[in-house]
């Protein structure tokens, strides 16, 4: 299969991964073929990138990280209880977090077994984000990062819960962000902006509370807009006043901000999102997260097509876990473009990187 931009498809392409909706069900089956109006109703789902049917690459198939029963499972909890708080604030009721925490808990336990089986990289960039559930999605995948950067940088369990807990939690304060608000298309107005940033400030008020969930949990929400040299917020904390924990959510939360399509921004290709990363690495970002993150996540992923140093043209065929950036490439041979020429490992032929591919670049904003 072969990944290419929902912009670059053709009438002549079938789909070749089956794409679900945030139930867990499919939206589309494998081996449709993807027609104008197809296409259309896909990015309308806000679906960038999808896999494609090709025979240089038919016997290259993409796990992902997360199963689809566990994906849907767990949109299914986050959704639920985000919608129970989003109903009690607007009721201006007292929220009682500690019923909800334990369906959190169960969450984040189910994630971190499935991260710790899975030893490849992780990639979520073929998942189904749709406007209006953005914030469950985002929370789930923002979990996902956090658990696998955490372990990264040798977390314990007892640890890596109330990491994943918090990430999961992050944007709880949202829930009193107007949805026309987190989705609008348009520039925010100042008061806008200043709505959507007091979320963190409101996701503290309302996890701190708890007696159930750690303290460090309801700081994760505080703290995850801060950055290292004080340019955040809402409290404008530099350096070490930051929680380690926040630091860590920080950095998944911009990633797949920026990986994810969202109504007023096409979503950048993972290496796009790390050379965001690495333009803070230092000033923003704690530079040994950025570069432990750089090897916790598929950087080129599968299925991607790509130009080398040397001149050839390929598509990664698999991603090198132990050096993400560093994948093995399908390499096309140059006079017909429709056979192969050999596979070329990346971690061997060190004199070799990859200089471009297929993307789509477009200016994020407010994440």
């Known amino acids: 299969m072969k990944l290419k931009s929902i912009d670059s498809v053709d009438n002549q392409d079938r789909l ?24 259309e109703r896909l990015k309308n789902k806000g679906i960038s990138y999808v896999y494609v049917e090709d025979p240089l690459t038919d016997d290259i198939y993409v796990e992902d990280t997360i199963n689809a029963k566990t994906r849907a499972k767990s949109l299914k909890t986050i959704q639920e209880n985000f919608n129970t708080i989003s109903d009690q604030m607007a009721l201006g009721k007292s929220i009682d977090i500690d019923k909800l925490s334990p369906a959190f808990s169960h969450v984040v336990k189910d994630i971190l077994t499935e991260i710790e089986s899975n030893k490849e990289a992780v990639s979520m960039l073929s998942e189904v984000i749709s406007f209006d559930s953005y914030v469950f999605h985002h929370s789930l995948n923002v979990t996902v990062y956090s658990l696998a950067l955490g372990q990264k940088m040798g977390l314990n369990n007892s640890e890596l819960h109330d990491l994943g807990l918090g990430a999961m939690l992050h944007d709880l304060g949202k829930m009193g962000v107007p949805l026309e608000v987190l989705n609008k298309s348009e520039k925010l107005t100042d008061e806008e902006f200043d709505l959507i940033k007091n979320h963190a400030s409101v996701g503290f008020e309302m996890l701190r509370k708890s007696h159930t969930l750690s303290l460090l949990t309801a700081h994760c929400a505080f703290q995850h807009h801060e950055r290292l040299d004080g340019s955040g917020y809402p409290r404008q904390l530099a350096g070490a006043d930051i929680h380690y924990y926040a630091k860590i959510i920080g950095v998944a939360d911009v990633f797949d901000a920026v990986t994810s399509n969202r109504i007023y921004r096409k979503a950048m290709l993972p290496h796009e999102g790390l050379e965001l990363l690495y333009s803070g690495s230092g000033t923003l970002f704690e530079k040994e997260l950025v570069d432990a993150f750089a090897k916790t996540v598929a950087i080129y992923p599968i299925g991607l097509q790509v130009k080398l140093s040397n001149g050839k043209e390929g598509i990664v065929a698999k991603v090198n876990s132990d050096l993400p950036s ?42």
């Open 326 to 367: 560093r994948p093995i490439i399908r390499i096309i041979n140059d006079e017909d473009k429709q056979s192969i020429q050999e596979d070329l490992d990346l971690s061997d032929e060190l004199n070799v990187t990859i200089v471009g591919c297929e993307t789509v670049i477009d200016q994020y904003k407010n994440y």
């Open 16 to 39: 070749a991964k089956a794409i679900y909706n945030d139930l867990g069900q499919p939206l589309l089956n494998s081996g449709v073929e993807l027609s104008d109006n197809m296409r």
